[in-house]
């Protein structure tokens, strides 16, 4: 869905290059806080996986609650920003 900064942080601390390693994983850390911050882990990932790449997950199963439209605006506005929807 989005493997380049691990891609790129793998091969940081594989050249012992900490810093580099570093800015790689707060870019995935923000990504990551731009897809959960309303609501919890498998509803906003289901979500996001549409976004990013195009991959239907369904809604999640109950007791689970699907995010809103606007919840889900949000998170298309915030990750369009970052150039990261398919």
Known sequence: MYAEPS???LDAINNHKPAEALQE???LNNVIKIITR???WVATMK???GLM???DMGPPRP???ALTD???EQMKK???ALKLLH
């Open 70 to 72: 606007a919840q889900i």
């Open 53 to 55: 790449a195009s991959i």
């Open 63 to 65: 007791p689970l609650v």
């Open 78 to 80: 915030e990750l369009g």
């Open 7 to 9: 891609i790129k942080m």
């Open 38 to 40: 309303n609501g919890g």
């Open 25 to 27: 994983q707060r870019k």
């Open 47 to 49: 979500v996001a996986m």
